[in-house]
């Protein structure tokens, strides 16, 4: 079996490959292919990768490329984890919206409409290169934002899924403070991607016991951290937002604080440099601590699971995966692309069945489906005009001065990347 990550030279990747090293039973990959622009990235993690495999008995081996469409040749799975721009992109998404008072965020509001600006196209060259040099390859997405990612990529035909460590993140949290496995967890995960609540947490599968009211009451603080928000909203809601819904609920409070530190971008660029001098040492064979807090924490198991359900001979599997809605949330096109529980195997996802939501959640859902519509329309078609409806359309903007403020700063911030703009 071959993998290909593009964007190999992802300080993510080793935590990746230590996935595939240590679950090789699940996923048995005969050639992994790290593939990326970036020379001198690819062979520090290339290196790494290789000495990670070797001190797990993987007889796999790790290759490098810079070439995309020789290393996807012949792939049975192609992993997407791009950053168009880099850190630095991303330090401007988290910047100048915070100029026009609204939340600097690389996946929400204007800083999110301007990473699937420069994003779509990108992927989408890359998917059509995948698709003739590889046209059985399954596209596994972890590029965000995903939920639009995947939407242009299903859209334009790929057999794509989008992947987020967020629910398997909750998945391992909530087991460990139940005192269960993991396996034993099942999630009713419901939203778009990084817009989702949990609204049960059940013992053994979809129709077990719900143990979300005793989580909360025993744990309801320790969750509360975790999130960001007050205890007392979980109380309210009786159920458990995602984090990314902090930026809803607590909007002005999240600016404020925004305002008066570091960015996110500041402190993961200064972790990269640090991360990839421990990369280059030659006696280094594992994931180094550090990696933990660079974030994506569960995503090489995430990964490997899906990748092995889609690819492997062990039968159909449940998993939380962005993909096309199909009637799953009925107040939904059918085409819009929702973070929910899928049955999983070599067809690819069907979505199971959902708990009703109440208009709390479908309304907020509604709404940001609508802007995902007009931010996809005009990453595939850009001019301005679009792009300032996808921001009015936002329910973190809505407003018309605040619309035309963040289109000219996202546009004058964004040219090298649009040749439209």
Not at 44 to 71: C, E, K, M, N, Y
Not at 110 to 122: C, S, Y
Not at 316 to 330: C, D, I, R, S
Request: charged share 25%; glycine share 10%; net charge negative.
């Amino acid at each position: 079996m071959k993998l290909a990550v593009v964007g190999g030279g992802s300080t993510y990747t080793p935590e990746l490959i230590d996935g595939f090293a240590r679950l090789r039973d699940t996923l048995p990959v005969g050639e992994l292919v790290l593939i990326d622009p970036a020379t001198d990235r690819l062979e520090l993690i290339g290196g790494l990768a290789r000495r990670i495999f070797a001190r797990q008995g993987h007889p796999g081996r790790v290759t490098t490329t810079t070439d995309l469409d020789a290393g996807v040749d012949g792939a049975d799975a192609v992993l997407l984890q791009l950053r168009i721009g880099g850190q630095a992109a991303r330090l401007q998404d988290e910047t100048w919206p915070l100029e026009c008072g609204c939340v600097g965020q690389e996946t929400t509001g204007a800083g999110g409409l301007a990473k699937a600006l420069r994003t779509v196209p990108v992927v989408l060259d890359i998917a059509e290169r995948v698709r003739r040099a590889s046209p059985d390859a399954w596209i596994i997405d972890f590029t965000n934002p995903v939920g639009i990612v995947t939407r242009a990529l299903l859209q334009a035909g790929h057999k794509a899924v989008g992947l987020c460590n967020v629910a398997i993140g909750f998945q391992r949290k909530f087991a460990a403070l139940l005192d269960l496995a993991p396996a034993d967890i099942h999630l009713d995960h419901v939203g778009l991607n990084h817009l989702t609540w949990e609204l049960g947490v059940r013992r053994g599968g979809p129709d077990g016991e719900d143990l979300l009211p005793r989580l909360l009451a025993a744990h309801g603080e320790a969750i509360a951290g975790d999130v960001r928000l007050p205890r007392a909203v979980l109380d309210r809601l009786g159920v458990v937002p995602s984090y990314y819904l902090r930026y809803f609920y607590a909007h002005d409070q999240v600016v404020r604080e925004l305002g008066t530190k570091p960015s996110r971008a500041a402190e993961v660029a200064a972790m990269e440099r640090e991360l990839l001098a421990l990369y280059g040492d030659p006696a280094l064979d594992e994931k180094p601590a550090l990696l933990a807090k660079r974030g994506g924490a569960f995503y090489s198991e995430a990964a490997v699971d899906l990748a092995a359900s889609l690819l492997a001979d062990g039968g159909p599997a449940v998993q939380v995966v962005n993909t096309y809605n199909n009637g799953t949330l009925p107040f939904l096109p059918d085409d819009a692309v929702v973070e929910v529980q899928a049955r999983i195997d070599a067809s690819g996802p069907r979505p199971l069945a959902v708990p009703r939501l109440d208009p709390l959640h479908s309304g907020l859902i509604s709404h940001v489906t609508a802007y995902e519509d007009l931010a996809l329309d005009a990453a595939l078609r850009g001019g301005r005009e679009r792009v300032f409806e996808a921001l009015l359309a936002h329910p973190l903007v809505g407003q018309f001065d605040l619309a035309e403020g963040l289109t000219d700063r996202l546009l004058a911030h964004n040219k090298e990347h649009l040749p439209w703009a």
